[in-house]
Structure formats: C-alpha cells, structure tokens
C-alpha cells in the first residue's frame, strides 16, 4: 500500500490559473487572502491530511464504527486526529467572521476537504456537512440560535448533520412523517425516526447539531409543509436530549463513517427549535445541500487522486511480462499507460471543474448574479460528474492492480468501495441532471447557458473537437428547453456528461494556455500538458458520441410494459 502524497503544486496552479485567487483577494472581504496567506494554507492542510488522517484510513476500514446502547465508538486515533483539526483552526477558514471564522474564501477551505476525503474519506464526512449547517444558520437562523450554536460549529467543536431521509421518503422528502409540534415556550417537540443520517452519533466531538426536517400541525402536503429545526444531543442547560442513535448501516465502504438510524421523541419529544419560517425548511435546507453537493463532488476527485497515486506506485513497481528482451515493469505497456493517463485527465478535470464553481460561490459572496447564476448551474454538474469520475478512476485503479487489485490487503479495492456512495448520497446522480434540465437550464430563459458557451467558444476557439462538443452542447440545450417532460429527463444524462465534459475541457484548456511561460517543476508542466491534451483529444470526442442519447425521446425506455422487464 502506497502513502498518499497531497497534489499541492496542482492546487496552486489551479488557484491561481483556473480559480483567479489573486484577483479574489483584490477585493476587501478577502483582502486576507494574500499569495502567502494562501501558500501556508495549501501546504498545512496537505501536512494536517498526510500527517493526522491519512495513517488512520486502513484501519478505519478494517474496524468500522461500533454502535453500542451507549453509543457509538470510533476507530482507534480518530479522536486525536479530529482534535488536530479543531486545534489547528481548519474549521474556521470560510468560516462567519462575527462567529469566529477566518472569513476567507470557500475555494481554500475546498483545498483541504479535498486533502481530507483522500487521506480519509470516512473521516472526512464529519466535517463535511457541519460547513452547511452553518450556512443554513446564517441565512435562516434567528440571532438567538445563530448566537447560541454558531460559534463552535464553526471552529468544528461541534459537527452538523442533516436529517432529510426517512424510510418512505428518500429522493421523494415531501412523503417524510417527522412530526413538531409547538411546546409553548419557543421551543418545538420532534418525533420521528431518520435513517441513511452521516455521523449522527460519535465520540468525537461533545456535542451534535442535527438540522431536522419534519412537519408542523396542519402543515401542507409535500415538499410545502417542512420546516427545518435545529436538535441538538445535549441541550444548553447539559441535559440529554430526546434522540437517539438506534442502530449503524452495515455498508459496502466508508465503514468508519457512522450512518445512523435516529430517533426523536421516543420518550416524549426531542426539543428542537425551529429555522426560519414555518413550511419553508426546503428552502433552508437546500442552502445546506447545496454547500454539500459541492463537496460530495470533490469527495470524487479526493478518492480518484488517492486510487490514481497507488496506482503509479504499482505500476512502477510491478514487473511482469518483457519488453525487448527483458523484464518490463507494467508501466511501460501501452494499455497500462493508457489507463494512467486517463486517470491522471479525469481527475485533474474533475478538480478543474470543482474548484472553478467554488470560485465563481466565491465571487457570488461578493455580489457577483452571474457568477451566483453559474455557479447554480455548475452544481449539478460538479456533484454527478466528479462523483462519476472517482467511480471509474477507482474502478480503473483496481483494474491495474490486476488481480492483487481484488485482494483487500493492497487497499485498491477499499477506494473502489469508498468512492461508490458518492453518486448515491446528497441527491442521486440522476436527480442532479433533472435538477440541470429541470431548473437550471431554463434559468433566464437559457442565458445562462449560452453565456458559459459563449466564453468558451471565444477563449479556447483553437480547440476543434471541444469547439464541436460546445455547438453540441448548445443544439441539444436548446432543443430540451422546449421538449415534452419525460423527453428532458431521458436525455438528462448524457446531456449533463456533455456539458460536464466541455466545461472541464474548457479548463484544461486554460491550464495548457497557462504553461507557456511556465518555469516551475518541468515533471509537473509535462504531465500537466500529457493530461490536458488527453482530455482535449480523447475524452472530448467520446462525449461527443452521447449527442445521439442527448436527442433521443423517451420512447424507447417506454416501449415495453413493466411484465416485459422481468422477461427472462
């Protein structure tokens, strides 16, 4: 098993070629954001993740969380390795200044998760979701529950979870059954029971702020009748609160992220308070899961860089066959070399692609619409793409470990098993690309679109393949803003690779166009350059081909009745 080595001098690069950082800090909200500022940053959360999380990430898998009527237990070390992270201040980057955050830009605390997920996947969950939690409290929260659970949510003290799934409502949350009702004294008492819910109990931290969806006496049906409450486990006077973890998933992998059964109310009602206005919790909410999109598909780009670096190590190391008379490593075969690149291109791309949106998240906290209009449509694309892209690369990683790729004990397969929850959780990948057809591509009327393919025709004209990927892009957008319901959402797929695919192709683009002149490490520039015209010239093209998918209707999916499905 490899070490995992953080990709520090690509993070820079991308800061600065793809996500423009320098200009960034030019404005006053991030005027603390200066070259060195950012340098420190980038090279401590690579010696946080190699140094604290990276060593537990074995074991992790091998011992899982234990859940026990007391709770539940972490694996040996997780603790410490949390309270590094407390300690050192890493919660607080993007973090409210007025509740002790650093204030800075959302693209450098993005640097670190991704460090975080490769080093530990697992681990990293726990401070995933706490950075939306605080989000949905700033802009929904009352002064008083900002006052009085903001502060160490931000420093990561305590973490945050979101309770959406319920057993009969999961993509579906407008059938969830959670119940509040008023206690009379500002407060609300919940019942219910949330399932699939991420480190809703541990012993890392003191205390757990859950944000619960339920309903509300008289409440509309669906999606119009949730609200949002805050639960916490220990309530502010010490006392344990009324919920409990009832039971852990047994999963394919993450095994050291707890994912919890909760119980609210089982002796009476968890007391919980409510965010923002009654029946509007999905907006709330969504402001939470939009923060966590984006980190899930980061969580792909982590696990496709920590598969991709064991994979070089083996390929270097492993000799089998001959080349010209002689023993030959295996990657100086062709095909081996073949899936290296593709796992370097993939992956850089995928990186490209989320660090631009969380550039452009950045620029729309300081007023920018259109770049809080792109960023809207890059989401979806972010989250289902770069979550696919870590299920292939770590797929393809296990491919080249051969059959010693199958084997536990090289660790290839526990990234392949990590990486698959990816495009499951925060919103299936599907659901992603009817969010993109559903919503964002008729945002203004499709202008938003037609601008981001407008900037890319007019800065990478020189590229023909992407040029022709860019006029499919635009054919097919067009013709789904006016087709029939069920046409968009069969077309949804391969239309969101399509655009996924152009926009990263873009970047790649960009960071070719940014080597000239280049006078760092001449290894880097080389791979960078190999990587980038892969992209361009192999991967470009082949989403070309899902135009036909793009175009088709929904016919064919509905040409056969349901009996037929089961024909043998």
């Not at 390929?315 to 990657?331: F, M, N, T, Y």
Request: with cysteine.
């Amino acid at each position: 098993m490899s070490t995992y080595t953080p990709p520090t001098t690509e993070q820079k690069f991308l800061l600065r070629h793809v996500v423009g950082m320098d200009e960034l800090a030019g404005h006053n909200r991030f005027a603390e954001a200066s070259a060195d500022v950012v340098e420190a940053i980038v090279d401590g959360a690579a010696a946080l993740a190699a140094g604290e999380f990276a060593p537990l990430n074995r074991t992790g898998d091998e011992v899982g969380a234990r859940w026990s009527p007391d709770g539940v237990t972490m694996p040996p070390g997780f603790r410490q390795a949390y309270q590094a992270y407390v300690e050192g201040g890493w919660g607080t980057l993007a973090g409210p200044v007025d509740y002790g955050g650093q204030g800075l830009p959302l693209t450098l605390a993005t640097v670190l998760m991704e460090d975080l997920g490769s080093a530990n996947m697992a681990l990293s969950l726990c401070m995933m979701l706490s950075p939306g939690a605080v989000e949905a409290l700033v802009h929904h929260g009352s002064p008083e529950l900002q006052a009085q659970w903001l502060p160490k949510l931000v420093t990561g003290a305590w973490n945050g979870t979101m309770n959406l799934t319920e057993s009969q409502a999961g993509s579906d949350v407008g059938a969830l059954k959670t119940r509040a009702e008023p206690a009379g004294d500002g407060s609300w008492r919940i019942t219910g029971q949330k399932i699939f819910i991420t480190y809703g109990e541990h012993d890392l931290t003191d205390n757990i702020v859950h944000l619960v969806l339920a309903r509300t006496p008289g409440a509309p049906q669906g999606t119009k009748g949730i609200s949002l409450f805050l639960v916490p486990k220990i309530m502010p006077h010490g006392a344990r609160n009324d919920v409990r973890c009832v039971s852990i998933e047994h999963k394919l992998g993450i095994h050291a992220s707890p994912t919890c059964v909760m119980a609210y109310g089982d002796e009476g009602g968890a007391t919980g308070w409510l965010i923002g206005e009654e029946n509007r919790g999905m907006a709330a909410m969504f402001t939470m899961m939009n923060n966590a999109r984006l980190n899930v598909g980061l969580q792909g780009v982590s696990i496709g860089e920590r598969a991709m670096q064991q994979a070089v190590a083996y390929a270097l190391e492993r000799v089998q066959g001959s080349r010209e008379g002689r023993p030959a490593r295996i990657v100086e075969f062709p095909d081996v070399r073949r899936m290296l690149l593709r796992m370097k291109a993939l992956t850089q791309a995928a990186r490209a692609l989320v660090y631009y949106t969380a550039g452009q998240t950045d620029r729309a906290t300081l007023g920018d619409e259109a770049a809080r209009a792109r960023a809207d449509l890059l989401t979806p694309l972010c989250k289902a793409y770069g979550t696919d892209v870590g299920v292939e690369v770590t797929s393809l990683g296990v491919q080249i470990h051969g059959g010693m790729g199958f084997i536990e004990e090289t660790g290839a397969a526990q990234h392949f098993r990590d990486a698959r929850i990816a495009p499951i959780y925060e919103g299936t990948n599907g659901i992603q690309a009817a969010d993109l057809v559903g919503r964002k591509l008729a945002m203004r009327g499709g202008e938003v679109l037609a601008r981001l393919l407008a900037e890319i025709r007019a800065e990478a004209v020189d590229e023909q393949a992407l040029m022709a990927l860019v006029d499919d892009c635009g054919a097919v957008g067009r013709a789904l803003l006016g087709a029939a319901p069920d046409d968009r959402l069969a077309a949804s797929y391969p239309f969101l690779t399509m655009l996924s695919t152009a926009v990263a192709g873009w970047l790649m683009a960009r960071q070719l166009a940014a080597l000239d002149g280049y006078d760092g490490d001449p290894a880097f520039a080389a791979m960078k350059r190999a990587a980038a015209r892969f992209y361009l010239d192999q991967m470009v093209p082949e989403a070309c081909g899902l135009k036909a998918a793009a175009l088709a209707s929904a016919e064919v999916l509905y040409s056969v009745d349901e009996a037929a499905l089961t024909a043998a």
